[in-house]
């Protein structure tokens, strides 16, 4: 493994092997911070747009869409679309990468609904002058998500799964020619946590035990596919994580890193995994099925975060409802 040298904090080191990418919807600390890239959620949405700095935009979203005649939740569903798209805009204009915008989680079990409403952001997107090759359209990591994201592939609309707790959602992915794939490494390791009262440290956390073997399997097998190790707890994670293809990082822990002064060893490699003993898995939709009902974590997971994320979507609709009454 190679050492960089101490002179450079570990976020810089970080940098010269890994994309980084700020995972946040607060403008200020991307500027802070200079990553490549930038990804949002619904509950990162919800905080910034409560804020007074932001407050701004759902006006603006809801003044751009007075004149779509529509009314009820479609209307607070155009309004809640077109403040994704401003938000992605904004951050578009800090990083010089790629900004993820999220499809909303209710439809994670809907193909083709998922699929309409991706070509919608794309297209909101292209109109205000933006190439799709700039975004990434986040999808949950459903049977269902990821057939839309297949779907979404092929007509040149780039994707990212999301709550992705599993191999074999990752090998589904990469199957589908998806582009991205975001292992949410701290959801891991609270299930962990939680179901048996130990605590992980360093290359024993389940969170990085499942994002270093995505990888692995990737790249022993020459997947396109990229990887992306997200929902970090501790900068101890990032720290195994270090070589992967990008990593997405709370402002606090990028702080951390920025702040630390000591060698960064890589820790992910191609030329590592091509040596790792590595069994090809099957990616059908009995084979996904079967792993997911065996896989008592990620099945948990996945249907934590989608209600989680459903919940505040549904939260900011309410704040959007309030605002149009008002």
């Not at 747009?49 to 479609?74: F, N, P, S, W």
């Not at 998500?145 to 990752?170: D, H, M, P, Y």
Request: charged letters at 25%; glycine letters at 6%.
């Amino acid at each position: 493994m190679t050492f960089t040298p101490t002179t450079q904090n570990q976020l810089d080191q970080l940098k010269a092997v890994t994309t980084v990418v700020a995972d946040t919807g607060d403008f200020g600390s991307m500027k802070a911070f200079s990553p490549q890239d930038a990804t949002t959620n619904p509950s990162l949405i919800l905080k910034a747009v409560q804020m007074d700095a932001y407050a701004h935009l759902l006006e603006k979203a809801i003044a751009d869409t007075d004149a779509g005649g529509l009314h009820g939740q479609a209307r607070i569903s155009q309004v809640i679309d077109r403040l994704l798209v401003l938000f992605g805009l904004e951050i578009l204009k800090i990083v010089p990468g790629r900004v993820s915008t999220e499809i909303d989680a209710r439809l994670s079990f809907d193909t083709q609904q998922s699929i309409a409403k991706a070509e919608e952001i794309i297209a909101a997107y292209e109109a205000s002058g933006i190439e799709r090759e700039r975004i990434l359209i986040k999808i949950a990591s459903t049977w269902e998500g990821l057939s839309a994201a297949k779907v979404l592939e092929k007509k040149g609309i780039r994707c990212n799964l999301t709550l992705l707790f599993s191999l074999a959602q990752a090998v589904v992915a990469a199957e589908n020619g998806i582009q991205l794939v975001s292992p949410f490494v701290g959801r891991i390791l609270d299930w962990y946590k939680a179901h048996t009262g130990n605590d992980y440290t360093g290359a024993n956390d389940p969170g990085v035990q499942s994002v270093t073997q995505i990888y692995n399997y990737y790249k022993h097998f020459d997947y396109k596919t990229e990887v992306m190790g997200a929902s970090f707890r501790n900068i101890s994670e990032i720290q195994e994580l270090s070589g992967c293809d990008l990593l997405t990082i709370s402002p606090d822990l990028l702080e951390k890193l920025q702040n630390t002064i000591e060698p960064l060893e890589r820790r992910l490699s191609p030329e590592h995994a091509k040596r790792e003993p590595i069994q090809r898995l099957k990616s059908d939709e009995i084979a996904f099925r079967w792993q997911m009902n065996e896989d008592p974590m990620a099945t948990e997971k996945l249907a934590e975060g989608i209600r989680k994320f459903a919940a505040d979507t549904e939260q900011l609709a309410d704040l959007i409802e309030r605002e149009i009454l008002d």
